[in-house]
């Protein structure tokens, strides 16, 4: 996968192996192998030493709903394209949620949040944290309420 095709536009390439977990389906966190910090998104260096050495860990398992919000102007590439049905403009005026999970280990989370209509989502319930190829090629990561 080319960074160019990640929708958080990591370009970064000693944190190519993100995106290439993503490419898998895995959802990847960055380990110090000096300190042990743990930081997502990646790191090129690490927060606590300033070691530049890592190893990935996956994120599995759900998270719990820290805050969210609506954004009624969703990007190009992950909304339909509606050039056919609305002429003079290319984006859909449905709003989409986004929201920040924070893990068990403490790594807080982005995306998208998935399955659940804007009224129906709570602080504090829980959400799996997955990537997701969207239909243009590109990744994102996204917070689903249901069972895979
Ligand atoms: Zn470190």
């Not at 910090?37 to 190893?55: I, V, W």
């Not at 959400?127 to 239909?135: G, V, W």
């Amino acid at each position: 996968m080319e960074f160019r095709d990640f929708s958080l536009l990591v370009q970064h390439t000693k944190v190519r192996g993100f995106t290439d977990g993503l490419e898998r389906g895995e959802l990847l966190a960055s380990r110090c192998t000096t300190c042990g910090a743990t930081s997502y998104p990646p790191r090129s260096d690490c927060p606590r030493c300033l070691g530049s050495e890592f190893e990935w860990v996956p994120i599995t398992g759900k998270g719990r709903l820290l805050t969210h919000t609506a954004v009624f102007v969703t990007p190009r590439h992950f909304t339909p394209d509606l050039s056919q049905v609305a002429p003079f403009s290319s984006y859909a005026y449905r709003p989409a949620a986004v929201g920040i999970v924070e893990m068990a280990n403490g790594l807080r989370v982005m995306g998208w949040i998935r399955g659940l209509a804007i009224e129906e989502i709570r602080i504090g319930m829980e959400l799996e944290p997955r990537p997701e190829i969207l239909p243009d090629g590109r990744a994102t990561v996204t917070l689903y309420s249901g069972e895979r």
